[in-house]
């Protein structure tokens, strides 16, 4: 949509057109709210464009559910690729008059004296009400300081600019980091015929499937994406935790890093040092890969105790037993040998441009449910924001819902408790580096 920007005015500016964003919008015009949504590049960009080619979904179709646009294809078991993620983004954002302005960005967002908020863009500046900054968590991808002490003959990406094996010089690869990208990366590379080395973290995993179905199934049937983060204990552990890896690629496998280390990649515990052409790892591969076995089998026990409870039948099914273990844990790798680092590494956060005193001394944003402590200001598809699912297609329409139930009923600021453990000093530093989200 063209719009005037400078001096324009709206109950309500969305601050993202990806997923978070778009549902915003989508829960606001239906309830008859004006407001405007702000894209720094174009709907749905970071699916487009920082996502490698044979990227898929890890959760099956069926839990793509956007506000008033489930899933409309016919394999709702399966799971959709890259270039279907963004397509079914661009029919959502056709499906209802979306008042969206691409290519502008947000530069700065201040209260302004007497109430309402002003958004200072590369377009100009607006006002508003309300806000809901929409932006994502997977802002600034993250690389150890110890990645400058690489020779400067190897090629480094990190795991949002890497595309496909040809993209890389011949040669090993190390990848450095196993939540879900970097798992996915790894058996890409494989896959292909790449030596690969991967450097294993202490993420978890999950099985695809498990007694006849996929366990995202089962876990759905069990109300587990549907619990709130402050049905848990250690909320702010759960919060920042990393994902369990699984795929979906090919219809959907485990990711058993065993399997690949039987079939000749090179396994190590975490990276800790790169120094005179030696890479150096810690002594704990055979415990990350033991703690993540662990994680898949408690989820079985489970599901094992939900169906003995709800007396469901279903097919018996063998547990899983470790098809390799290190016989040794290599300490130590020539960095002569390798070709390419893809860093797997997470990513962090930036609000710097946000200058309303609602983050913690971790710059994470103090809220509950997405309402902050400043009355007006929201945020939308954090990870864990409410349930498991906030951040996903599957979760973020219904937090979308309830933002927009708040917004027209007149909200108050959220009474919120700060996130355990932060520091006494919430200065800027001069080096400053983006608080972490999850790998």
């Given at each position: 949509?063209?719009?005037?920007?400078?001096?324009?005015?709206?109950?309500?500016?969305?601050?993202?057109?990806?997923?978070?964003?778009?549902?915003?919008?989508?829960?606001?015009?239906?309830?008859?709210?004006?407001?405007?949504?702000?894209?720094?590049?174009?709907?749905g960009?970071?699916?487009?464009?920082?996502?490698w080619?044979?990227?898929?979904?890890?959760?099956?179709?069926?839990?793509?559910?956007?506000?008033?646009?489930?899933?409309?294809g016919?394999?709702?078991?399966g799971?959709?690729?890259?270039?279907d993620?963004?397509?079914?983004?661009?029919?959502?954002?056709?499906?209802?008059?979306?008042?969206?302005?691409?290519?502008?960005?947000?530069?700065?967002?201040?209260?302004?004296?007497?109430?309402?908020?002003?958004?200072a863009?590369?377009q100009?500046?607006?006002?508003a009400?309300?806000?809901?900054?929409?932006?994502?968590?997977?802002?600034?991808?993250?690389?150890?300081?110890l990645?400058?002490?690489?020779?400067?003959?190897?090629?480094?990406?990190?795991?949002?600019d890497?595309?496909?094996?040809?993209?890389?010089?011949?040669g090993?690869?190390?990848?450095?980091?196993?939540?879900?990208s970097?798992?996915?990366?790894?058996?890409?590379l494989?896959l292909?015929?790449?030596?690969?080395?991967?450097?294993?973290?202490?993420?978890?995993?999950?099985?695809?499937?498990?007694?006849?179905?996929?366990?995202?199934a089962?876990?759905?049937?069990?109300?587990?994406?549907?619990?709130?983060?402050?049905?848990?204990?250690?909320?702010?552990?759960?919060?920042?935790?990393?994902?369990?890896?699984?795929?979906?690629?090919?219809?959907?496998?485990?990711?058993?890093?065993?399997?690949?280390?039987?079939?000749?990649?090179?396994?190590?515990?975490?990276?800790?040092?790169?120094?005179?052409?030696?890479?150096?790892?810690?002594?704990?591969?055979?415990?990350?890969?033991?703690?993540?076995?662990?994680?898949?089998?408690?989820?079985?026990?489970?599901?094992?105790?939900?169906?003995?409870?709800?007396?469901?039948?279903?097919?018996?099914?063998?547990?899983?037993?470790?098809?390799?273990?290190?016989?040794?844990?290599?300490?130590?790798?020539?960095?002569?040998?390798?070709?390419?680092?893809?860093?797997?590494?997470?990513?962090?956060?930036?609000?710097?441009?946000?200058?309303?005193?609602?983050?913690?001394?971790?710059?994470?944003?103090?809220?509950?449910?997405?309402?902050?402590?400043?009355?007006?200001?929201?945020?939308?598809?954090?990870?864990?924001?409410?349930?498991?699912?906030?951040?996903?297609?599957?979760?973020?329409?219904?937090?979308?819902?309830?933002?927009?139930?708040?917004?027209?009923?007149?909200?108050?600021?959220?009474?919120v408790?700060?996130?355990?453990?932060?520091?006494?000093?919430?200065?800027?530093?001069?080096?400053?580096?983006?608080?972490?989200?999850?790998?």
């Open positions: 949509m063209n719009f005037q920007l400078d001096g324009l005015h709206r109950p309500v500016i969305v601050i993202g057109g990806g997923q978070a964003g778009l549902s915003m919008s989508q829960c606001l015009t239906t309830a008859g709210v004006g407001h405007v949504v702000l894209e720094r590049a174009s709907a960009h970071e699916w487009r464009e920082r996502r080619d044979s990227f898929c979904l890890v959760t099956p179709n069926w839990q793509c559910r956007l506000p008033g646009f489930p899933y409309p016919g394999d709702p078991d799971f959709m690729v890259r270039d993620i963004v397509a079914y983004l661009e029919d959502y954002k056709k499906s209802f008059d979306v008042p969206i302005v691409e290519g502008v960005e947000a530069t700065r967002l201040t209260k302004v004296p007497g109430g309402g908020f002003r958004v863009t590369t100009g500046e607006l006002t009400d309300h806000v809901v900054v929409a932006t994502g968590p997977y802002q600034v991808p993250l690389k150890p300081r990645a400058e002490r690489l020779p400067a003959t190897t090629t480094q990406l990190h795991s949002s890497y595309r496909n094996p040809e993209q890389l010089p011949d090993e690869v190390l990848v450095v980091g196993t939540g879900q970097g798992c996915q990366i790894a058996e890409d494989h292909a015929g790449r030596r690969v080395h991967l450097a294993v973290g202490s993420a978890p995993r999950v099985a695809r499937r498990y007694r006849g179905r996929d366990v995202v089962w876990l759905d049937d069990m109300g587990y994406y549907a619990r709130g983060i402050d049905e848990f204990a250690d909320a702010d552990a759960v919060r920042f935790r990393a994902n369990h890896y699984v795929t979906g690629r090919d219809g959907g496998h485990d990711i058993d890093l065993r399997a690949f280390a039987r079939e000749g990649m090179q396994l190590y515990g975490r990276l800790t040092d790169v120094r005179d052409h030696t890479l150096t790892f810690a002594p704990d591969l055979r415990r990350n890969l033991d703690a993540a076995d662990a994680v898949s089998e408690g989820i079985k026990d489970s599901i094992d105790a939900y169906l003995t409870r709800a007396n469901i039948e279903a097919p018996p099914e063998p547990r899983y037993t470790p098809v390799w273990q290190p016989d040794n844990e290599p300490r130590t790798l020539d960095t002569k040998g390798i070709s390419a680092v893809v860093w797997s590494t997470g990513f962090g956060r930036d609000h710097r441009w946000i200058d309303v005193p609602v983050f913690d001394g971790k710059g994470y944003p103090t809220h509950r449910r997405g309402v902050t402590t400043c009355p007006g200001l929201f945020f939308l598809g954090l990870p864990w924001q409410h349930t498991w699912g906030s951040g996903r297609f599957c979760g973020v329409g219904a937090d979308a819902e309830y933002l927009a139930r708040r917004i027209v009923a007149g909200e108050r600021a959220a009474d408790r700060w996130i355990s453990g932060t520091p006494r000093n919430t200065e800027p530093a001069d080096d400053w580096v983006a608080p972490r989200t999850v790998a």
